[in-house]
Each structure stands twice: as C-alpha cells, then as structure tokens.
T-cell receptor
Framework: GENVEQHPSTLSVQEGDSAVIKCTYS??????FPWYKQELGKRPQLIID?????GEKKDQRIAVTLNKTAKHFSLHITETQPEDSAVYFC????????????FGQGTELSVKP | NAGVTQTPKFRVLKTGQSMTLLCAQD?????MYWYRQDPGMGLRLIHY???????AKGEVPDGYNVSRLKKQNFLLGLESAAPSQTSVYFC???????????FGDGTRLSIL
C-alpha cells in the first residue's frame, strides 16, 4: 500500500525566514496531496492542497510543489511568523479509493521571534 | 453551522470495557472517516464510509467497529478496550473522495 515519508520531524527557524517541509510517497497512482496544520490540542486544518495535474500552487505565504517523476512534494512557508508554529502533516490519496488519506509522520515547526 | 462534532471529548475506560464514539456532520458530506493519532505516528485511518449504510476498513481496523445508519452520523465502537487503544481519535468528513476533509475536535481516550 501507499507509504508517505515526511522530513524533517522538527524544524526551528527565526521569524521572517523560510521553512520547507518535504514528503515522498510510494504509490505512483496517488493524485491528491493535502497539507494540514495542527496547533497544540486542536484539530488538523487544511492549509493547502495540490493535485497531480499541477506542479505548483500558491496561497499568500504558503506554496506547495509536486514532482511526480520523483514522487515527492514540498510545503514552502515564506516570511514565517510565530503563529506559524504548529505540527504540519502531508498526506496522499488516489482516485476510487474512498478518499483514504495516508499521512506522513508530521513536522513540528517552531518559529522563534 | 457546527461542521464536524465529536462526543465525548474525553473518556477514561478500564481494560475490557466497551464504548461508542459519536461523530456528527452538518455539511451533507457523503464520505466520513475515523482516524487515530499517536505521538510520532501521524494520523492513521481506522475505518471509513463512502455513504449511508456503507463502511470499509482502513489501515488499523482491528479492535474497532463502525456504523453509518444515517448520512450525518458515523459511530466508532470499541467492543473490549485495550491499553493499546489509548489515543486521540479524530473524525473527518468530505464531500466526496479526493476532496478536502474537515476534522472534528477529537476525543481523547485513555484505557487503564
């Protein structure tokens, strides 16, 4: 079955710097890749997603890139702020599989003022 | 519009006890999911449903059962709780497959 690996497990940056989180997936049929942000004690919340027919997607300070050949996708956060501190999860799913998401292990991002 | 609501929020059980977690969504979503979240392991899918009256197994279904008698509700049951089932349980719903999933606030379950 699908396997999603996420790196790094922890990431510490200074406010204003950029942060990059990378994920690799094993099933080449996967075609939907969401990213979730989870603050301590809260629910996971979708921040951005990308489908396999698109190579890059941006939403203000957040962007996601997808390399289907290498089977990896990355989350880029620019101009980081303390409120970006949270755990970020990548996930993958494919068509006709009930929308089952396979999640990475998570990255704990800490943005220091 | 409450979105996805989970009850209860916290529960402590003794080994061997049974209980049911309730998930309710008011977004008219077809698909619903139960995940468990353990430290360092991300979220893992337990069971899911693609419509009223349907259920299917996810990655870690053993020890759990589910039912979807009404479109808006998805129940997760533990027949005989074990300490290994201590976790935070999240319910999610989606309009259809490969669409954004909306999560509830979670149920923190401890089994002694």
């Amino acid at each position: 079955g699908e396997n999603v690996e996420q790196h790094p497990s922890t990431l510490s940056v200074q406010e204003g710097d950029s942060a990059v989180i990378k994920c690799t997936y094993s099933d080449s049929a996967s075609n939907y890749f969401p990213w979730y942000k989870q603050e301590l004690g809260k629910r996971p919340q979708l921040i951005i997603d990308i489908r396999s027919n698109v190579g890059e997607k941006k939403d203000q300070r957040i962007a996601v890139t997808l390399n289907k050949t290498a089977k990896h996708f990355s989350l880029h956060i620019t101009e980081t702020q303390p409120e970006d501190s949270a755990v970020y999860f990548c996930a993958a799913s494919k068509e006709n599989q009930g929308g089952k998401l396979i999640f990475g292990q998570g990255t704990e991002l800490s943005v220091k003022p | 519009n409450a979105g996805v609501t989970q009850t209860p929020k916290f529960r402590v059980l003794k080994t061997g006890q049974s209980m049911t977690l309730l998930c309710a969504q008011d977004m008219n979503h077809e698909y619903m999911y139960w995940y468990r979240q353990d430290p360092g392991m991300g979220l893992r899918l337990i069971h899911y449903s693609v419509g009223e009256g349907t259920t299917a197994k996810g990655e870690v279904p053993d020890g759990y059962n589910v039912s979807r008698l009404k479109k808006q509700n998805f129940l997760l049951g533990l027949e005989s709780a074990a300490p290994s089932q201590t976790s935070v349980y999240f319910c999610a719903s989606g309009r259809v497959g490969n669409q954004p999933q909306h999560f509830g606030d979670g149920t923190r379950l401890s089994i002694l």
